[in-house]
C-alpha cells in the first residue's frame, strides 16, 4: 500500500508505541507518513490483511515494500542503517553528544591523531538540527538550514576518522583507576582516557495537569517534528522567548492560525522576530497568560485553561495543538552523583572545561554558563578539545 518513497506509519492516537514510532522518527529526522487507522476504514482493513486478521500497531511500511509490527527502536535503528556499536571497546576519548559541541570536538580531536567515537542518542545536529534556518552562525552569510549544517557537521566528523553510533543512549560514566568507562543503554561497555559530555539541553515541560497524558498525541516540543500534522489547523506556542517565536512562525507553514502565549508582561522574542510575527495576519501574541491545565477528553485534547495574572480570570481556549518552549533543562540524568552539578542541574566546570571526576569534561548547553547559541557552542566543543588533548599529555 506504499507506492513512494515515504515511510508510512499505521497506528492510533492512543497507542504509546505508536507515539514511540512517531517520536523516534522525529529524533532522527526520518520523513514519515502517518495513518491513523480509527479514521480511515482502508487502513484498518490493509493493517488486518497484513497482521492475519490482528490490529497489530504500529504497522510500518518502508519504501521498499518491507514492514516492521510494533518494532523496537532498535529494530527501526537497524533498518535505518544506523550504527549502534563501536568497532572497539577503548579510544582516547569518547564524547556523547553529537550536536555542534561534541562534533566539532571530535573534529578537532580526530584531526591530531586522537582515536574518538561520539556516541549520539537521536539525529546529529542536535537542537540545530531542527532548527528551521541558522542565519546567525558565521560564514554562512544567506543563512543554512539546520538539517544541512548537521549534515554537512556529521560529514565533516566522518572525513577525519570520527566513529559514530547513532540511536544509543548512554546509562552510566565511572572511573576505574586512570580510566573513564562509559555504559550504553544496550549494556555495552566502553572506556576511553577522556570523556567529554556534549549531550546538551531539551525544552521544558509546563508540569500542569493532563500534559504528560497529551505529550505526542497534542502536545509536543518540536515544530520541525510534529507540525506536519497540523494542516489547516490551529496551534498554541507557549513560550515568548526566540525559540517561541521562531517555531511559531515555523508553523505557519502548516497551522492556519498560530497563538504565542506567555507569562510575562512583554515579549521577550528579539526585536526582529516580533515584527516578523506583528507582520502576519494568522499570528497572535497574547502576554501575561499562563497555562492551567490540558483537559483531556478520549485521550486528546478537549481544551486549554488560560489565566490572565493581572485580571485573574480563566478562559478555556480550543486549539488543535500546543507546542512548548518555555526554557531548557540539561541533559544530565544520566551522570553519577560526583559530578557536580548546580541547582538547575547545568554542570559545574573548571576553567579547563574539567568536571569535578578527572578525565571527564563539559561543554556546550549542558554546562552551567553556556550562552545556548550554536556558535558558542562550537567554540567549547572546540576548547574541550585542546584541554582534553592536554590532559592526555599528562597521562604518557
Known sequence: MNNDDTIIVYGAMWCPDCTRAKQFFGEHRVQYRWVDIEQDSEAMTYVQEVNHGMRSIPTIVFSDGSILVEPSNAQLAEKLGLQRHAQRMFYDVIVIGGGPTGLTAAIYTAR??????????SALGGQVG????????????????????ARRLGNQA????????????????????????????????YAAKAVLVATGSKYRKLDVAGEDALIGINVHFCATCDGAFYKGKEVLVVGTGN????????????AKKITIVGNTPEAKASKILQERVAERSDMRVVTNHIIKEFQ????????????????????????????????????????????????????VTS??????????????????????????????????????????????
Open 112 to 121: 591530531e591523531g586522537i582515536d574518538t567515537l561520539v556516541i549520539e542518542k
Open 130 to 149: 531542527i532548527t528551521q534556518t541558522l542565519d546567525n552562525y558565521p560564514g554562512f552569510d544567506e543563512g543554512i538550514s539546520g538539517a544541512e549544517f
Open 158 to 189: 566522518r572525513r577525519f576518522g570520527v566513529e559514530i553510533l547513532q540511536a544509543q543512549a548512554v546509562k552510566s560514566i565511572f572511573k576505574d583507576g586512570r580510566y573513564v568507562c562509559v555504559t550504553t543503554s544496550d549494556g555495552a561497555g
Open 243 to 254: 525559540s517561541g517565536f521562531e517555531e511559531g512562525l515555523f508553523l505557519t507553514k502548516f
Open 296 to 347: 483531556v477528553k478520549d485521550r486528546k485534547l478537549a481544551g486549554v485553561v488560560v489565566e490572565n495574572r493581572a485580571t485573574g480570570e480563566q478562559q478555556t481556549w480550543h486549539p488543535d495543538g500546543v507546542f512548548v518552549f518555555i526554557g531548557l533543562a540539561p541533559n544530565a540524568g544520566f551522570l553519577p552523583a560526583e559530578i557536580a552539578r548546580e541547582k538547575m542541574g547545568f554542570i
Open 351 to 396: 576553567n579547563t572545561l574539567m568536571t569535578t571526576m578527572p578525565g571527564v569534561y563539559a561543554a556546550g548547553d549542558v554546562r552551567a554558563g553556556s550562552t545556548k547559541q550554536a556558535a558558542s557552542a562550537a567554540g567549547e566543543g572546540a576548547t574541550a578539545a585542546l584541554m582534553m588533548r592536554e590532559y592526555l599529555k599528562n597521562l604518557q
